[in-house]
């Protein structure tokens, strides 16, 4: 195949498990779900093979393997697509969310096609945002992810299912209303009535429009992202959800909010971005404490690990209005640690513990030496959570490092309370944990709880997919370049999309 | 004698029509075929392929009578479509509650449908009165078709008294009009001097004609006949209704506006609002958005969703001819004919469930995923696409709509997005709009049902048209161009002759 | 090969606890594993000080790889003096700390501590402040695991106290270096002492801000400040200490006085000192202040303490006390001509006391935990009486211990104090003087600590009180002879870092 097919070889592969599991007969229903893992891995295995083919070279387009089919002829619109570096780490770990989403579903059996099916296209979607070059393309792709995800929370979830999934449906279409009355208003205004986003990056629209139409998609974007004060969707939505719905909701759903309002608020209206940095900047601080803060009072396992998402998320916000190049490529970063951080989390809380628990309460939880009673899951959720604090040598450290550097840069004093939202992180973190794997009054009890908590062991599926993202975790956290270089490649070129941009602030 | 002869040869596929429509009736005297729904329905559909075969036939161009009957690219493609839906209404009312005296259902149908073709043929405000007449009244009977039931029996008063109060504001408009200019073509309109579009008689002429089609394509505030006639119709006669009439309807609608009072548009910018039919449009259109959505969102019968999202739906394409130009016209002919596949379908679902479980309300539809899950996905995929959700045609029909509006204005003048205003209402109230279209879906996918209703076997053909229509809103929405190209082809062929003109 | 001599000293550990975690469960098995994995680490430390060019001095075995290289990141590994003192220290407490387990011999906890030694060599070795970084916060992840095998619900508690609080100041440090690699664009240690050197770091800081040149200063050697003080700790920063040394079983609060607690001096030295020498100079007053006031509370809380664990945890910080008030000292008069010998031998004085009190107090610790482990847990200073008749041993090689603690000349104890206070007494007389006053009560209540436990009447209770087994004379023997050894031969050590210190003072 040639190179420049494999980003959008990802997006056929997913639409292709789509179209297979429809066409199984009901009585094979149960193959669904080996189709659902063939066809992540094919597109996983895409992703990874256009991430090598990536070409890095001093002066090489950051922008490669650009496919651009004619759609629409006026309007016009192009299935346009290519990628560079945020692109490619973003399909990667879109890949990894998809394969160890469908190992952690595998206990799926009611209606196994209609949930595979959902899942897969949900992972369509997001491949296609994250390589999108046609503003339109994006935005259908943007919106393709939407209404399976209200399904497959509604039927497949637990507590308070419906609530969370319409909630979490009209948060998400608020959020796409604003951003397709920017893209109408670009279109319009682009000068020759283009949806292509090379050239609307390089073309300067007035200051006056910028100014509006920068929040207005931002924020469009951004509540995706679960920016504070619109983020009370994630919460309920990831608890409500399936484990592999939460998965893919803190790992590469949210992503797609910050994605795009890189690559299309920010990129687009620089002038705007400039006039709003600040309070973007307050209100991503915000987050970080309010969600680190919140989330020491729950009460609820999944709410902890829903709110930790917001309070990461705050970083990925400022990592991007701090506009340098360690800010920006924290904040990438970031969004790839904590889609593997925060789906590490969602599988061990929804999968491993609820699964055989039927509970999610901490002191409940804690009366049932897990520890002992399922090692296996006590061990992910302690590396997962040494994680999360952005521990060294885990993934999130170095992301937030970069966030942080890139932020004295720009906003020393709210560096202060990011840094308070870190030491807050690690307070709930370590009180989830403490309270649910090692109460303290769990050795005194040792002899007669294990004999009355009998959990069905950890299944193999569970083990790799814990193991896979584990393993990710690890490695980036060891070796950051793999992923770093790309994307630093991808912001300091000065043929890339966001050079307008960074030298815009510079100057 | 030209013209008579001429007349015969352009109206033949109505003509066809007329003539398969007296057939059926005839068809339908005979106790040996009176009840056999199959034979009628194939009579049907032979005539209807015939005046099919002979539109594609001929001539792309004509023009008789000054306007009185046109045949151009965009009136072919207008009249195809609304055959073919009618006829799937055909095919629905087959399948449906309908039983007593087919024939003469059928009969009317068709009888409709010439109304519908002959209202989108023409130019001349007269043949538009006629038209719309035509289509109505058929569509009266329709409506009142279940005897025994005295929901369809208001309905049918309710739609007669509202249709005729509405024939008698536009016949008044359209007289004024006619006394101002002196004549009845719209091609004639079109050149009337700018002092007379000033005259107060002629605008109130335009109002009244404005009133009388809000009434028709059920805009607020004239709307309120709408959900009664939806819920107690017939399935296939709403259908009906809600997809052929309004086809040719708004493609009369823009026609008349577009090209005839194309100099009297004033403006809708927001701050910059001039007296023209732009204003009074753009505040209908707007106050259907926003009154067809809210309203949505507390029924809970199925068919009055689909009513006021009818009304909506009605709001946003009234929104798209504030466009004001080709890319309006265009843009309101994609979204209406998508708009008419998709509710068609819709209405053929609930057509189907009403004809299995009884009713259209909400909790017929539970548990519909499991008896009949071919039918929940059609659903799902008419909902979705009504509720603006790519990739699916209805979204690439409102980006285009709202995109057409907006950027109006933006050349007149330069860099004011003047219609933002509209085109924020719209949009916000589309998202308002997924959250009733998902209660719909929710009762079909999500909750289960409290006894699980008696498995029947769906009506085929039926069945198979659902399922049609939805792959058709589902390619349509991957491949707009299938249509969009015809359209615009046709669109700017007549703009171009208009200009020439 | 040779290059990577640190590199595998480092992993060493590293492999054992991955290779004891796969082990059978088998006691003897995993401690024999256990064991031989420190002590191998022990000889290898023990071979890279003797290979060690001590004439040359400096930094030597350097390795030195890119690991992200745009924010200036790299693997970056070396030793001087001072590094091998730590790493051979470390290298004997772990095996010690093995030894001492007894019982608690578990897969997870031979592991765990083997684990803490890798990031503790990593720490010592680290020449770059990221990958320093990592080490000294990964190191928090075992202990606080070590520490909760108290198993009770305070242990719990003071295990996140400890964690939170380490980290809380491992940010606040983060924070500071952040802003120096804004303002320097490196995290390179050595570098950044070059920088330093030329007094360009403060300009740089202050250009890089464009605030008040003092107040970015001061802020960013306050968050480092901070960092280093929660973990040696300095007092008002201390509160965790006393709580997690007496929760953490014996053998935990070993390793955490005798080697975790140097890393912060290991800060002082390494990071601190090179980078902000004005500055402290400057600072010199409160600086002293603090470790005064270390020193002196420390040695009064501990008088007032009534558990054994807690006394010793108190003299911890008292002794680490020293260690800052030699620092402290040394940097007031870094400029200053003259004193040269003074403050070599303040410096000296601070790296013995770093080694001596590793090895002292890890043996007391390890001697409360015999206590302990025959009183089933009683640990109070009045519990007990008169062990001297039925524990002779017992109360011999503690009582040595207790001595060499209370730095009487002879044992390892005394060198490091003498010298850090002849050094003080010339650069900084009044904190000297005032800190003198701990010296004094140190020996008071680590008299008593003799007296209360091992003298007077024996109570009934502990009549079959039993002496030392073999196994734990074989433990500590070593320890107690090196506590005579250094004691009487410092230079061993002394001839070790003298070359270092020399460099470290400019």
Same mark, same amino acid.
């Given at each position: 195949?040639?190179?420049?097919?494999?980003?959008?070889?990802?997006?056929?592969?997913?639409?292709?498990? /789509?179209?297979?599991?429809?066409?199984?007969?009901?009585?094979?229903?149960?193959?669904?779900?080996?189709?659902?893992?063939?066809?992540?891995?094919?597109?996983?295995?895409?992703?990874?093979?256009?991430?090598?083919?990536?070409?890095?070279?001093?002066?090489?387009?950051?922008?490669?393997?650009?496919?651009?089919?004619?759609?629409?002829?006026?309007?016009?619109?192009?299935? #346009?697509?290519?990628?560079?570096?945020?692109?490619?780490?973003?399909?990667?770990?879109?890949?990894?969310?998809?394969?160890?989403?469908?190992?952690?579903?595998?206990?799926?059996?009611?209606?196994?096609?209609?949930?595979?099916?959902?899942?897969?296209?949900?992972?369509?979607?997001?491949?296609?945002?994250?390589?999108?070059?046609?503003?339109?393309?994006?935005?259908?792709?943007?919106?393709?992810?939407?209404?399976?995800?209200?399904?497959?929370?509604?039927?497949?979830?637990?507590?308070?299912?419906?609530?969370?999934?319409?909630?979490? #449906?009209?948060?998400?279409?608020?959020?796409?209303? %604003?951003?397709?009355?920017?893209?109408?208003?670009?279109?319009?205004?682009?000068?020759?009535?283009?949806?292509?986003?090379?050239?609307?990056?390089?073309?300067?629209?007035?200051?006056?429009?910028?100014?509006?139409?920068?929040?207005?998609?931002?924020?469009?974007?951004?509540?995706?992202?679960?920016?504070?004060?619109?983020?009370?969707?994630?919460?309920?939505?990831?608890?409500?959800?399936?484990?592999?719905?939460?998965?893919?909701?803190?790992?590469?759903?949210?992503?797609?909010?910050?994605?795009?309002?890189?690559?299309?608020?920010?990129?687009?209206?620089?002038?705007?971005?400039?006039?709003?940095?600040?309070?973007?900047?307050?209100?991503?601080?915000?987050?970080?404490?309010?969600?680190?803060?919140?989330?020491?009072?729950? $009460?609820?396992?999944?709410?902890?690990?829903?709110?930790?998402?917001?309070?990461?998320?705050?970083?990925?916000?400022?990592?991007?209005?701090?506009?340098?190049?360690?800010?920006?490529?924290?904040?990438?970063?970031?969004?790839?640690?904590?889609?593997?951080?925060?789906?590490?989390?969602?599988?061990?809380?929804?999968?491993?513990?609820?699964?055989?628990?039927?509970?999610?309460?901490?002191?409940?939880?804690?009366?049932?030496?897990?520890?002992?009673?399922?090692?296996?899951?006590?061990?992910?959720?302690?590396?997962?959570?040494?994680?999360?604090?952005?521990?060294?040598?885990?993934?999130?450290?170095?992301?937030?490092?970069? @966030?942080?550097? &890139?932020?004295?840069? !720009?906003?020393?004093?709210?560096?202060?309370?990011?840094?308070?939202?870190?030491?807050?992180?690690?307070?709930?973190?370590?009180?989830?944990?403490?309270?649910?794997?090692?109460?303290?009054?769990?050795?005194?009890?040792?002899?007669?709880?294990?004999?009355?908590?009998?959990?069905?062991?950890?299944?193999?599926?569970? +083990?790799?997919?814990?193991?896979?993202?584990?393993?990710?975790?690890?490695?980036?956290?060891?070796?950051?370049?793999?992923?770093?270089?790309?994307?630093?490649?991808?912001?300091?070129?000065?043929?890339?999309?966001?050079?307008?941009?960074?030298?815009?602030?510079?100057? | 004698?030209?013209?008579?002869?001429?007349?015969?040869?352009?109206?033949?596929?109505?003509?066809?029509?007329?003539?398969?429509?007296?057939?059926?009736?005839?068809?339908?005297?005979?106790?040996?075929?009176?009840?056999?729904?199959?034979?009628?329905?194939?009579?049907?559909?032979?005539?209807?392929?015939?005046?099919?075969?002979?539109?594609?036939?001929?001539?792309?161009?004509?023009?008789?009578?000054?306007?009185?009957?046109?045949?151009?690219?965009?009136? +072919?493609?207008?009249?195809?479509?609304?055959?073919?839906?009618?006829?799937?209404?055909?095919?629905?009312?087959?399948?449906?509650?309908? +039983?007593?005296?087919?024939?003469?259902?059928?009969?009317?149908?068709?009888?409709?449908?010439?109304?519908?073709?002959?209202?989108?043929?023409?130019?001349?405000?007269? *043949?538009?009165?006629?038209?719309?007449?035509?289509?109505?009244?058929?569509?009266?009977?329709?409506?009142?078709?279940?005897?025994?039931?005295? #929901?369809?029996?208001?309905?049918?008063?309710?739609?007669?008294?509202?249709?005729?109060?509405?024939?008698?504001?536009?016949?008044?408009?359209?007289?004024?009009?006619?006394?101002?200019?002196?004549?009845?073509?719209?091609?004639?309109?079109?050149?009337?001097?700018?002092?007379?579009?000033?005259?107060?008689?002629?605008?109130?002429?335009?109002?009244?004609?404005?009133? &009388?089609?809000?009434? $028709?394509?059920?805009? /607020?505030?004239?709307?309120?006949?709408?959900?009664?006639?939806?819920?107690?119709?017939?399935?296939?006669?709403?259908?009906?209704?809600?997809?052929?009439?309004?086809?040719?309807?708004?493609?009369?609608?823009?026609?008349?506006?577009?090209?005839?009072?194309? $100099?009297?548009?004033?403006?809708?910018?927001?701050?910059?609002?001039?007296?023209?039919?732009?204003?009074?449009?753009?505040?209908?259109?707007?106050?259907? /958005?926003?009154?067809?959505?809210?309203?949505?969102?507390?029924?809970?019968?199925?068919?009055?969703?689909?009513?006021?999202?009818?009304?909506?739906?009605?709001?946003?394409?009234?929104?798209?001819?504030?466009?004001?130009?080709?890319?309006?016209?265009?843009?309101?002919?994609?979204?209406?004919?998508?708009?008419?596949? #998709?509710?068609?379908?819709?209405?053929?679902?609930?057509?189907? /469930?009403?004809?299995?479980?009884?009713?259209?309300?909400?909790?017929?539809?539970?548990?519909?995923?499991?008896?009949?899950?071919?039918?929940?996905?059609?659903?799902?995929?008419?909902?979705?696409?009504?509720?603006?959700?790519?990739?699916?045609?209805?979204?690439?029909?409102?980006?285009?709509?709202?995109?057409?509006?907006?950027?109006?204005?933006?050349?007149?003048?330069?860099?004011?997005?003047?219609?933002?205003?509209?085109? @924020?209402?719209?949009?916000?109230?589309?998202?308002?709009?997924?959250?009733?279209?998902?209660?719909?879906?929710?009762?079909?996918?999500?909750?289960?049902?409290?006894?699980?209703?008696?498995?029947?076997?769906?009506?085929?053909?039926?069945?198979?048209?659902?399922?049609? %229509?939805?792959?058709?809103?589902?390619?349509?929405?991957?491949?707009?161009?299938?249509?969009?190209?015809?359209?615009?082809?046709?669109?700017?062929?007549?703009?171009?002759?208009?200009?020439?003109? | 090969?040779?290059?990577?001599?640190?590199?595998?000293?480092?992993?060493?550990?590293?492999?054992?606890?991955?290779?004891?975690?796969?082990?059978?469960?088998?006691?003897?098995?995993?401690?024999?594993?256990?064991?031989?994995?420190?002590?191998?680490?022990?000889?290898?430390?023990?071979?890279?000080?003797?290979?060690?060019?001590?004439?040359?001095?400096?930094?030597?075995?350097?390795?030195?790889?890119?690991?992200?290289?745009?924010?200036?990141?790299?693997?970056?590994?070396?030793?001087?003096?001072?590094?091998?003192?730590?790493?051979?220290?470390?290298?004997?407490?772990?095996?010690?700390?093995?030894?001492?387990?007894?019982?608690?011999?578990?897969?997870?906890?031979?592991?765990?501590?083997?684990?803490?030694?890798?990031?503790?060599?990593?720490?010592?070795?680290?020449?770059?402040?990221?990958?320093?970084?990592?080490?000294?916060?990964?190191?928090?992840?075992?202990?606080?695991?070590?520490?909760?095998?108290?198993?009770?619900?305070?242990?719990?508690?003071?295990?996140?106290?400890?964690?939170?609080?380490?980290?809380?100041?491992?940010?606040?440090?983060?924070?500071?270096?952040?802003?120096?690699?804004?303002?320097?664009? !490196?995290?390179?240690?050595?570098?950044?002492?070059?920088?330093?050197?030329?007094? $360009?770091?403060?300009?740089?800081?202050?250009?890089?801000?464009?605030?008040?040149?003092?107040?970015?200063?001061?802020?960013?050697?306050?968050?480092?400040?901070?960092?280093?003080?929660?973990?040696?700790?300095?007092?008002?920063?201390?509160?965790?200490?006393?709580?997690?040394?007496?929760?953490?079983?014996?053998?935990?609060?070993?390793?955490?006085?005798?080697?975790?607690?140097?890393?912060?001096?290991?800060?002082?030295?390494?990071?601190?000192?090179?980078?902000?020498?004005?500055?402290?100079?400057?600072?010199?007053?409160?600086?002293?202040?603090?470790?005064?006031?270390?020193?002196?509370?420390?040695?009064?809380?501990?008088?007032?303490?009534?558990?054994?664990?807690? =006394?010793?945890?108190?003299?911890?910080?008292?002794?680490?006390?020293?260690?800052?008030?030699?620092?402290?000292?040394?940097?007031?008069?870094?400029?200053?001509?003259?004193?040269?010998?003074?403050?070599?031998?303040?410096?000296?004085?601070?790296?013995?006391?770093?080694?001596?009190?590793?090895?002292?107090?890890?043996?007391?610790?390890?001697?409360?935990?015999? =206590?302990?482990?025959?009183?089933?847990?009683?640990?109070?200073?009045?519990?007990?009486?008169?062990? +001297?008749?039925?524990?002779?041993?017992?109360?011999?090689? *503690?009582?040595?211990?207790?001595?060499?603690?209370?730095?009487?000349?002879?044992?390892?104890?005394?060198? &490091?104090?003498?010298?850090?206070?002849?050094?003080?007494?010339?650069?900084?007389?009044?904190?000297?003087?005032?800190?003198?006053?701990?010296?004094?009560?140190?020996?008071?209540?680590?008299?008593?600590? @003799?007296?209360?436990?091992?003298?007077?009447?024996?109570?009934?209770?502990?009549?079959?009180?039993?002496?030392?087994?073999?196994?734990?004379?074989?433990?500590?023997?070593?320890?107690?002879?090196?506590?005579?050894?250094? &004691? =009487?031969?410092?230079?061993?050590?002394?001839?070790?870092?003298?070359?270092?210190?020399?460099?470290?003072?400019?």
């Amino acid at each position: 195949m040639p190179t420049e097919l494999l980003p959008t070889a990802t997006i056929l592969s997913a639409f292709l498990g /789509v179209a297979l599991i429809l066409l199984l007969p009901t009585r094979f229903g149960q193959c669904a779900k080996w189709i659902a893992l063939l066809s992540a891995l094919t597109g996983f295995g895409f992703a990874v093979a256009a991430f090598r083919g990536y070409d890095m070279a001093p002066g090489a387009d950051p922008l490669q393997s650009v496919v651009n089919l004619p759609w629409v002829d006026f309007p016009r619109i192009g299935f #346009t697509t290519g990628a560079d570096g945020v692109s490619l780490v973003l399909l990667l770990l879109t890949g990894i969310i998809a394969t160890t989403g469908v190992l952690f579903s595998w206990n799926v059996t009611q209606q196994p096609r209609a949930f595979f099916a959902l899942f897969l296209t949900i992972i369509g979607g997001v491949y296609g945002v994250f390589q999108s070059l046609d503003l339109f393309l994006l935005f259908v792709c943007y919106e393709i992810v939407i209404v399976p995800k209200y399904f497959l929370i509604s039927n497949w979830g637990s507590t308070n299912r419906e609530y969370g999934a319409m909630k979490l #449906t009209i948060y998400s279409v608020a959020g796409s209303a %604003l951003v397709l009355l920017g893209l109408l208003a670009t279109y319009v205004l682009s000068p020759e009535h283009s949806l292509d986003l090379r050239t609307l990056a390089a073309t300067d629209f007035p200051r006056a429009f910028q100014f509006w139409a920068f929040p207005v998609m931002f924020l469009g974007f951004a509540i995706l992202a679960g920016i504070w004060p619109f983020h009370t969707w994630a919460p309920t939505g990831h608890v409500a959800a399936p484990t592999a719905v939460s998965m893919l909701l803190a790992g590469v759903v949210m992503k797609l909010g910050s994605y795009g309002a890189l690559r299309v608020a920010m990129t687009l209206f620089p002038l705007g971005l400039e006039y709003w940095r600040m309070p973007i900047a307050i209100l991503a601080t915000a987050g970080i404490l309010y969600g680190a803060l919140v989330a020491l009072a729950q $009460k609820d396992l999944k709410f902890v690990v829903g709110y930790s998402s917001i309070n990461h998320m705050g970083f990925v916000l400022l990592g991007l209005v701090t506009l340098n190049t360690v800010g920006l490529s924290g904040a990438v970063l970031q969004m790839f640690s904590h889609g593997i951080i925060g789906g590490l989390l969602f599988a061990v809380v929804g999968r491993m513990i609820y699964d055989r628990t039927h509970t999610r309460d901490i002191a409940l939880l804690g009366g049932m030496n897990l520890a002992k009673a399922l090692p296996f899951a006590a061990f992910t959720f302690v590396v997962a959570s040494l994680a999360s604090m952005g521990l060294p040598a885990f993934s999130g450290f170095i992301a937030e490092i970069s @966030i942080l550097l &890139g932020a004295w840069k !720009t906003f020393p004093v709210f560096l202060i309370f990011a840094a308070l939202g870190v030491v807050i992180t690690v307070a709930f973190t370590l009180r989830a944990l403490q309270r649910t794997f090692f109460p303290a009054h769990a050795t005194a009890t040792d002899a007669h709880d294990e004999a009355s908590h009998a959990f069905d062991p950890i299944t193999l599926p569970e +083990r790799l997919g814990a193991m896979i993202l584990m393993a990710v975790t690890f490695g980036i956290g060891l070796f950051p370049k793999i992923l770093l270089t790309p994307i630093l490649h991808s912001f300091t070129s000065p043929q890339s999309l966001m050079h307008h941009l960074i030298q815009g602030v510079a100057k | 004698m030209n013209t008579a002869l001429a007349l015969l040869k352009f109206l033949a596929p109505e003509s066809i029509l007329a003539e398969t429509a007296l057939v059926v009736l005839i068809a339908g005297l005979f106790k040996a075929t009176a009840q056999k729904r199959g034979v009628l329905l194939s009579l049907t559909l032979m005539g209807g392929f015939a005046a099919g075969a002979l539109l594609l036939l001929f001539p792309q161009n004509a023009n008789i009578a000054h306007g009185m009957v046109v045949l151009d690219p965009l009136t +072919r493609l207008v009249k195809l479509a609304i055959l073919g839906l009618s006829l799937i209404a055909a095919i629905f009312a087959a399948g449906s509650t309908v +039983r007593e005296h087919f024939a003469e259902y059928l009969g009317l149908i068709l009888f409709s449908t010439i109304g519908m073709m002959l209202l989108a043929g023409t130019e001349d405000l007269l *043949m538009i009165f006629i038209g719309l007449e035509m289509t109505s009244i058929p569509l009266y009977i329709l409506t009142g078709y279940l005897k025994r039931s005295s #929901t369809s029996a208001e309905a049918a008063l309710k739609y007669f008294l509202v249709g005729g109060v509405s024939a008698a504001f536009l016949l008044f408009g359209l007289s004024l009009i006619y006394g101002v200019t002196g004549s009845t073509s719209i091609a004639d309109l079109a050149q009337t001097p700018r002092a007379t579009l000033l005259d107060p008689l002629f605008i109130a002429g335009v109002v009244m004609a404005m009133v &009388g089609f809000g009434f $028709k394509v059920a805009a /607020v505030p004239f709307h309120l006949w709408a959900p009664d006639v939806y819920e107690g119709a017939p399935t296939p006669s709403a259908a009906l209704i809600a997809s052929g009439s309004k086809v040719a309807g708004f493609l009369i609608l823009a026609k008349l506006l577009t090209f005839g009072f194309a $100099k009297g548009t004033g403006s809708a910018a927001w701050g910059f609002l001039q007296p023209g039919w732009l204003p009074l449009l753009a505040i209908v259109g707007a106050a259907s /958005v926003v009154v067809g959505n809210l309203a949505a969102l507390s029924q809970s019968n199925v068919k009055r969703i689909l009513a006021y999202s009818a009304i909506a739906q009605s709001g946003y394409m009234l929104l798209g001819l504030t466009a004001a130009g080709p890319i309006g016209v265009s843009s309101v002919i994609f979204y209406v004919i998508v708009y008419a596949l #998709t509710t068609l379908g819709a209405f053929g679902v609930v057509s189907l /469930v009403e004809q299995r479980r009884g009713g259209s309300q909400l909790h017929h539809f539970e548990g519909l995923h499991k008896s009949a899950p071919g039918l929940a996905l059609c659903m799902g995929v008419f909902m979705i696409s009504l509720a603006g959700i790519p990739p699916l045609a209805g979204f690439f029909g409102k980006f285009y709509l709202f995109a057409g509006a907006l950027g109006s204005v933006s050349s007149q003048y330069s860099g004011n997005l003047g219609l933002l205003w509209l085109i @924020i209402v719209a949009v916000a109230f589309n998202a308002v709009s997924l959250y009733y279209y998902l209660i719909v879906l929710k009762h079909v996918f999500v909750i289960q049902p409290a006894a699980e209703p008696a498995p029947a076997s769906p009506h085929c053909a039926t069945s198979a048209f659902v399922g049609f %229509l939805a792959l058709a809103v589902f390619a349509l929405g991957l491949y707009p161009p299938a249509l969009l190209a015809p359209i615009q082809y046709a669109v700017a062929a007549v703009t171009e002759a208009a200009a020439q003109h | 090969m040779s290059n990577s001599l640190l590199t595998l000293l480092t992993f060493l550990p590293l492999a054992g606890a991955l290779l004891v975690a796969l082990l059978p469960a088998k006691r003897l098995l995993i401690r024999a594993a256990g064991l031989g994995i420190a002590f191998a680490a022990l000889g290898a430390a023990l071979t890279l000080a003797f290979n060690y060019d001590r004439a040359a001095g400096g930094l030597q075995f350097v390795e030195k790889w890119d690991w992200i290289p745009s924010l200036d990141i790299q693997y970056y590994l070396g030793a001087d003096g001072l590094s091998l003192m730590l790493l051979v220290l470390t290298a004997i407490i772990t095996p010690f700390a093995l030894l001492a387990l007894g019982d608690r011999v578990t897969k997870l906890n031979v592991s765990l501590i083997l684990l803490l030694q890798t990031t503790l060599f990593g720490t010592f070795t680290a020449l770059n402040f990221i990958h320093w970084f990592l080490f000294y916060e990964l190191s928090l992840v075992p202990v606080f695991l070590l520490i909760r095998m108290g198993g009770s619900a305070k242990a719990t508690a003071a295990a996140t106290q400890f964690f939170i609080y380490t980290l809380f100041g491992g940010f606040a440090m983060l924070l500071g270096f952040l802003a120096i690699h804004q303002a320097t664009g !490196t995290f390179n240690l050595i570098d950044l002492a070059a920088i330093a050197h030329q007094s $360009k770091l403060g300009h740089a800081l202050s250009s890089a801000f464009k605030w008040h040149p003092d107040c970015i200063n001061v802020l960013v050697f306050g968050g480092i400040f901070l960092g280093l003080a929660v973990k040696v700790p300095v007092v008002p920063f201390h509160t965790w200490l006393p709580y997690a040394y007496s929760e953490a079983p014996a053998p935990v609060s070993m390793l955490l006085t005798g080697v975790l607690s140097k890393m912060g001096v290991y800060g002082f030295l390494r990071l601190l000192m090179p980078l902000f020498p004005g500055l402290m100079r400057h600072l010199a007053v409160p600086l002293l202040g603090f470790a005064v006031v270390t020193i002196v509370f420390s040695a009064l809380a501990a008088l007032a303490q009534k558990d054994l664990k807690r =006394i010793v945890a108190y003299s911890s910080i008292n002794h680490l006390g020293y260690c800052l008030l030699g620092i402290f000292a040394v940097t007031t008069a870094l400029h200053a001509p003259g004193e040269t010998n003074e403050r070599a031998a303040a410096m000296n004085g601070v790296l013995l006391q770093v080694f001596n009190h590793g090895i002292t107090a890890a043996a007391l610790f390890c001697f409360i935990g015999f =206590i302990e482990r025959r009183s089933n847990g009683l640990r109070g200073l009045n519990d007990f009486g008169g062990l +001297r008749t039925v524990a002779p041993v017992l109360a011999g090689l *503690m009582g040595i211990s207790i001595f060499s603690s209370l730095g009487l000349p002879g044992l390892n104890g005394f060198a &490091g104090e003498f010298l850090i206070f002849k050094g003080s007494f010339a650069l900084a007389p009044a904190a000297s003087t005032l800190a003198a006053i701990g010296l004094f009560v140190t020996a008071v209540f680590l008299l008593t600590m @003799i007296q209360r436990v091992f003298t007077g009447p024996l109570s009934e209770r502990w009549a079959s009180f039993p002496d030392l087994t073999t196994a734990e004379r074989f433990t500590v023997a070593p320890i107690i002879a090196l506590m005579f050894v250094l &004691g =009487i031969c410092p230079q061993l050590l002394i001839a070790l870092f003298n070359n270092t210190v020399l460099k470290l003072l400019p």
